[in-house]
Structures are given as C-alpha cells and as structure tokens.
C-alpha cells in the first residue's frame, strides 16, 4: 500500500511539471457598435456592426517546452460576426491566422501557416488605427495593410531574438504554381528598433499576382484572375498589376502620457494589364504609385481614458490618361475602460476625395470597409462596447 501511494505521488509530481511546461490559452475579443455612415451608397444609414475597434474573434494559442530552451508554439484565430454568428474572412474557419512553429529566446521563432507580414508587425502600431482608432481610421481601403485585413498563405516566417532594442524578420510565402515557382509568391522583411521613449521600423512586402495571392486569399472556393478579389474604388481598377509592393516606415515618440506617431507608405501596383492577375477593364498599362503619410496623437489622460487623433493624406500617381486620385482623412477615438477587459468606446472618421479614381471615374469617398460615398465626403460615427477574454 505503501508502495502505490508513493507511486501515485510521483505521478502526480510529474503530471504537475507536465502541465507547467505546456500551455494552451482560449482567447478572444467581442468588439460591436451603433453606427452612422452619413453617404453610404447615395444615402445615410444607421446600423449596427461588428469588429471595427478590434476585429471580433476567437483562438487558441499554445505552447511546449521541448527542452533546451526551446518550445513549440501555434495560434489558431477565428474571426466572426457578432451580429449574426457568420464568420469572417470570407468564411475561413481560421482566416485571421493558422500557424504552428518552434521558438528559443535564443535563436528566435520560426512558424509555418497564414500569417501577417513584417508591415503589419513592425509599422502597424505606429497607426492611429491599431492604437484605438479602428478599422475606419485605416489608410483609405487598408492599401498599405497597416491595419491588417490581408494575411499571407502558405508562409514561412523567422522573427529573431531582440539584440538590445533591435529585432528583424523574413517571410516567404510559396506560390503553389507547378512549373512556375514565382507565381502567386509573397515575400516580406522588417527591422523594428525600440529603446526608452522611442521605437521606429521600417518593412517591404512584395507580392506577385496580387489579386489572387494577396487580396484574394480570404475565400472558401478557388480564386481565379477572372474577377477583381478585392473592392474598393481606391484600387480595386489596378489588380490586373503582376506585382504589389509596399515600402513602410514609421516611428512613435512618448512625452508623457502623450505619444505621436508617424507613417509612410509607398505602395505600387506594377506591371498593369497582366491577365494572368486579373481583369483590365480600363486597359491600363505601366505602373499605378500611391504615396501615404499619416500624422498621429494618442494621449492617455487617466489609466481608463484615452484619446486618439490622426490625419492621413494619400496621392495616387498618372496611370496613362488617369490623372489619379487624392484622399484626406481625418479620425479621432475616445475610450473609457469600465474594467480591465471591458471598455466603451467612440470613433468618427471623415474622408474627402478628389481627382480620378482607379475605375478611372471622379473619385469618390470610401472610408475603409465602409460602403462608398456617391460624393467625394463620407463621415462615419459609430459608438460601441468591446470586451477581452
């Protein structure tokens, strides 16, 4: 008897450092508000929404201690409407991000699945969007993927270690195409540097055939060049371009309660009028270029209130006989925290748009995920509650 309770113990020692060594988290955000887009498709609407603070989700996340320093980690996330219970990213079970990999504190972590790329990670936060602002704050039709409504398939991704306040990192995505390795392949990189008050990062992302491989990535049933994969007004004319690129800086500086904030963009859609891509409606050929810049402030004023400001101003270039298009966008948030999890807030963004959009029209205003303007204004208000768990 004696014997087995001495086993018995063991046992239950070793279960107990088991499970101190592995981990899974079921984690998740409910993010839902009342709304007001003031043109939206010609006329004002009221409506109610989810996941515009913060994208509504659900995952889980984990981890194993292999030994040696080393661990085996995954996220699986799930992005769903809580209006209707329907999920997002075009019905993907997992469309906001599937991975699975190993990490060390001292070599980094390497992790294979969809993921987000190094634009995302690096100059992300330094937009008024990540910081509060929401989806409606991003840079008109989330062109430049700072607030990260595009993720990468088939990608493998190495993020090192930080050296002092610097850390980097590469992905590769693979193309899937027998016979043609560069078709539909995605590359990123990134260097984020951070030490005291200051951070700053700079990243690249290049991806061929966007409009399958990068805009089109979010659907259930095969993606084809037969259709633009991606709407908006903004660009959506320029997806027959054999390569999207997006050169990305940005740097943020705390004084106080009071950080500001700064971003720019270079995005190109390259090699117009490829087929292969996607459909050529306005017969453009050449290169299509948009310069973004954004100006932010984000000031905490007691540990439960916090307001956001930004101004974002974006120019597209001449794309033969389109003269291009321009687009000025102001937003602003304000956030107060019932609890730890659980906060109330407001947003309000406006937009004004001018010059020759890509469906080569009089430019029209479309705050990002918004149903567009039939005029070149659009405001949007929107007060909502959001809670972690």
């Known amino acids: 008897m004696k014997n087995k309770l001495i086993g018995i113990a063991a046992f239950a020692a070793v279960s107990g450092v088991a499970h101190a060594q592995s981990s899974v988290t079921l984690y998740g955000i409910i993010d839902v508000g009342l709304n007001y887009n003031s043109n939206s498709g010609g006329h004002p609407n009221y409506f109610m929404s989810s996941g515009v603070n913060n994208g509504s989700r659900w995952g889980l996340r984990g981890a194993e201690d292999l030994g040696g320093g080393l661990k085996a980690v995954f996220d699986v996330e799930n992005g769903f409407d809580v209006t209707n219970g329907k999920a997002v990213q075009g019905g993907l079970e997992f469309g906001r991000q599937a991975w699975v990999g190993l990490s060390s504190a001292t070599w980094g972590t390497l992790t294979l699945g969809r993921q987000y790329d190094f634009a995302v990670d690096y100059i992300g936060p330094f937009a008024v969007g990540d910081q509060g602002g929401g989806n409606v704050a991003a840079h008109p039709g989330d062109i430049d993927n700072l607030n990260n409504n595009f993720r990468v398939n088939n990608a493998v991704k190495y993020q090192s270690p930080k050296f002092g306040g610097l850390k980097f990192g590469a992905l590769y995505s693979f193309g899937g195409t027998a016979g043609s390795t560069g078709r539909n392949q995605i590359y990123s990189a990134g260097v984020h ?195 972690r768990f």
């Open 193 to 387: 540097y951070a030490y005291g008050p200051f951070s700053a990062g700079v990243a690249y992302l290049n991806a061929k055939n966007p409009n399958i491989s990068f805009f089109g990535n979010s659907s259930t049933s095969t993606v084809t060049a037969a259709a633009t994969n991606f709407s908006t007004p903004i660009y959506s004319g320029y997806l027959s371009a054999n390569t999207y690129q997006n050169i990305a800086a940005g740097a943020m500086y705390e004084i106080g309660k009071l950080s500001v904030s700064g971003t720019y963009t270079n995005i190109q859609f390259r090699g117009l009028g490829d087929l292969s891509s996607g459909p050529n409606p306005y017969h453009y050929s050449g290169n299509a270029v948009f310069n973004n810049v954004e100006l932010g402030l984000h000031y905490k004023l007691r540990p439960d209130i916090e307001f956001g400001l930004a101004y974002d101003y974006m120019a597209g270039s001449h794309v033969n006989s389109n003269s291009g298009a321009t687009y000025n966008q102001v937003a602003a948030s304000a956030t107060y925290a019932l609890s730890r999890r659980t906060v109330v807030y407001g947003l309000a963004s406006y937009q004004h748009a001018s010059g020759t959009d890509s469906k080569n029209e009089p430019a029209v205003a479309a705050i990002n995920l918004q149903s567009a303007s039939t005029s070149n204004n659009q405001t949007f208000v929107r007060i909502g509650i959001r809670t």
